[in-house]
């Protein structure tokens, strides 16, 4: 598995964007990023994956760099409903997701 | 679309009994299931994957005869924590992969507390 490294808490304004940084400098060239979120007691939510090129949903958008070491999700106006812990999951796949421990995200008025 | 439900949402038993979650892809047939656990203030951890009809197979360190899996159909899974103990309690959540065809992922259900007295 890659290597993750994610700052462990972040605020966010209402209505601003909340961008949140992932390291994986040991992630493969053919290894997805992949991007959950769970919130306070429910299941993870699935947000977006990407492997090579910015990638950009009803949810959010991903931004990864051309060296593939790093990535960035990005929630262009985050609102309380987004308060969540924010997992990065490189080397992630369809069959394979190992969770580390995330960002939790409060987004406040 | 790629919705996935658990039923349970929560329960409590008493120490020595058995206990059934169930998982159920409710919009999408998923080939395969994962179960996951996930204790207070930690990160979720894998417990078995389960492909249907097929026995599952199991994380290293997780009981296969104590964490029953069985994966009948294409759209439900189950997971029987036989004579639970204390330490059983936690947050047991499913998952189904599911999606189109090189863009499919794992869904996740809304998670069963288990609390066993």
């Known amino acids: 598995d890659a290597k993750t490294t994610q700052p462990p808490s972040m605020d966010c304004a209402e209505g601003r964007a909340a961008n949140l940084p992932c390291n994986h400098s040991t992630i493969s060239g053919n290894e997805y990023v992949y991007w959950y979120r769970q919130i306070h007691s429910q299941g993870p939510q699935y947000i977006i994956h990407g492997l090579k090129n910015n990638e950009t949903n009803e949810m959010a958008s991903l931004i990864i760099t051309e060296d593939r070491k790093s990535s960035t999700l990005i929630l262009p106006h985050a609102t309380l409903r987004d308060t969540a812990v924010y997992y990065c999951?490189?080397?992630?796949?369809?069959?394979?997701?190992?969770f580390g421990t995330g960002t939790r995200l409060q987004v406040t008025l | 679309g790629a919705v996935v439900s658990q039923h349970p949402s929560w329960v409590i038993c008493k120490s020595g009994t058995s206990v059934k979650i169930e998982c159920r892809s409710l919009?999408?047939?998923?080939?395969?299931m994962f179960w996951y656990r996930q204790f207070p203030k930690q990160s979720l951890m894998l417990m078995a994957t389960s492909n249907e009809g097929s026995k599952a197979t199991y994380e290293q360190g997780v009981e296969k005869d104590k964490f029953l899996i069985n994966h009948a159909s294409l759209t439900l899974s189950t997971l029987t924590v036989t004579s639970a103990h204390p330490e059983d309690s936690s947050f047991y959540i499913c998952?189904?992969?599911?999606?189109?065809?090189?863009?499919?992922?794992?869904?996740f259900g809304p998670g069963t507390r288990l609390t066993v007295l």
């Open positions: 919009d999408f047939q998923a080939t395969t």
């Open positions: 998952s189904a992969r599911g999606g189109r065809v090189g863009t499919d992922t794992q869904y």
């Open positions: 999951i490189p080397g992630g796949t369809a069959s394979k997701l190992t």
